[in-house]
């Protein structure tokens, strides 16, 4: 699959910022609601009860361990790619914590609970459509949504559905390992369903309808 540039750095630039903002805050939404994590989210949370070791460490392990398997299945180590992967996160992570505080503020945890709902699974719809404009920016992406990518158009044709449920295999054998462990579940609720039944769908529609001149960006040469 080839793309042809069609708009100029400046308009790709503002493309991504505008994702991570709305990744940042479909994220903080759910962590604020808490009713369900993304499924990466919530395996870490899990895993952090089992080992001695803080969410954030957790987070970033499981980033430093994606990275590692992109490598892998592209058979090439890609610094600008790595370096991308790592530069991502630092102001998602920030974002993330800044928007979850003001979300707090406007105590949307009050809210009756057939509206809390609704708003934790609009977050998980935030976070779909970021993820489909910064793939297709293609600049910087978090390893979890590189790997995506990779799968999606290395593998698949540019299935997203597809894809998304195949990333979302090793969290939930996570999962299923901590609960072996711990026999409990953390940070799983209607939103963690709701993103491993619709997130990857919701990804190929906002290709098509979210910016629908945005179209992805050098894929024949990074995968």
Known sequence: MQATQTLSKTQLLVYFIFSIFLNSLGNALTVAINLGSALWTAAAVNLSKVMPITLSAMLILSGIIVIVTNIIILRRF???????????????????????VQLLKLHITQLPL??????????????AVAISIYQRVNWMLHPVDDLMQIVRFKYLHGNATVAQL???????VAIVISLVVTHQLYAINIGTLFALAFQGTIVGIADKVVFPNLKHQNLATEL
């Open 78 to 100: 890609d610094l600008k790619r790595v370096l991308g992967n790592l530069l991502f996160m630092v102001p998602f992570s920030w974002l993330v914590g800044v928007f979850e």
């Open 166 to 172: 195949i990333v979302f295999t090793p969290p939930i």
């Open 114 to 127: 057939w509206m809390q709902v609704i708003l934790d699974c609009l977050g998980v719809v935030l976070i």
